[in-house]
């Protein structure tokens, strides 16, 4: 039986948790017999990791900056999302285009027209049909206040261009979120990143139970960092 790929993004403020759970939730889905492609942004090709080590480290106006980011995402598109959608997998990708509005759009205060512009361009004419401009079927959005995100990040890891700015930065980007769940509510589900590890992965697995994407509520994944 064909099954009809899924395409689903995470999203928070640096530190607020999402990554250490993709990873149970690859595990839960190939648990139920599906194909998973784990991916991220910037990045997922050869290209596009190229490009990210420029965006997070190299300083750049902010023009340039936004588009490397669709270069690489489209790239992403061609390359990895697109052809596993089509294999009928389910897509777990690490950001996608919420995150240029919140961080280029609300955090660095670039305009947020020209980004829907390019995001046109970016995402359109790579699905089978033409005019189709690919998104996310869902994207899962880890809501942490900033000075929490803030206390967790400390002394993790050297920061990039972006895990460097202060807390005023992640609360525009923050409300950048805030404000791109508000305009497309049914493909968002938001997530308390505030919770303890076991009381997240409840709401998050909860989600996917009750849009049929998973049958059973699973378990915290022992191994998850
Ligand atoms: P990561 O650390 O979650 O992999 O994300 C890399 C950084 O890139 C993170 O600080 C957010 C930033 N970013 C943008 O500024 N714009 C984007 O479109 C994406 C996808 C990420």
Redesign the pocket.
Known sequence: MSRSGLFISFEGI?GAG??SHIDGLAQAFRAQGRNVTLS????GTPLAEKL?EL??NDPMDALT?ALL?FAA?RDHLCQVIEPALARGDVVLC????D??F???GA?RGFDTNLLSILERMAQTGVAPEPDLMREPDLTVWFDLAPEVAAERLAGARVP????SQPVEFFRRVAQGYADRAAAAPQRFARIDAAQDRHRVWQQLTSVFVRKGWLSIMVPTPGAVA
């Open positions: 640096d999402k990554s991220r942004e910037p990045g990210r965006v997070l900056e980011i995402r690490d950001r996608f285009t995150a240029t919140a961080y280029q955090g990039d261009r972006f895990e």
